[in-house]
Nanobody, 118 residues
């Protein structure tokens, strides 16, 4: 199983970015998928997740109303649309896939850096 995250970059506050996570070796419509982030000096935190059926989404309070998680089953890709970005959103963003039997995220992408300037 491989997860390839992309789409990070430098953006001004108030701007938007869309992160992509292309998955191989596992079907995104059969597993819960999540986006996490880790800012310098801070612990990794979950940002958003989508369950295997697509019927349930979770968002951290800090991103509710600004970020949207979605997926394209045909492309086996998960997205994170990030709008109204703030400097505090600066972090390395990781996508991950959860094993439904253990409900733990067992495969991770390599991370993509998002930098939001003020």
């Amino acid at each position: 199983v491989q997860l390839q995250a992309s789409g990070g970059g430098l953006v001004q506050a108030g701007g938007s970015l869309r992160l992509s996570c292309a998955v191989s070796g596992r079907t995104v419509s059969s597993y819960d998928m999540g986006w996490f982030r880790q800012a310098p000096g801070k612990e990794r935190e979950i940002v958003a997740s989508i369950n295997w059926s697509g019927g349930r989404r979770y968002y951290a309070d800090s991103v509710k109303g600004r970020f949207t998680i979605s997926r394209d089953n045909a492309k086996n890709t998960v997205y994170l649309q990030m709008n109204s970005l703030k400097p505090e959103d600066t972090a390395v963003y990781y996508c991950a896939s959860a094993d439904l039997a253990t409900m733990t995220y067992d495969y991770w992408g390599q991370g993509t850096l998002v930098t939001v300037s003020s």
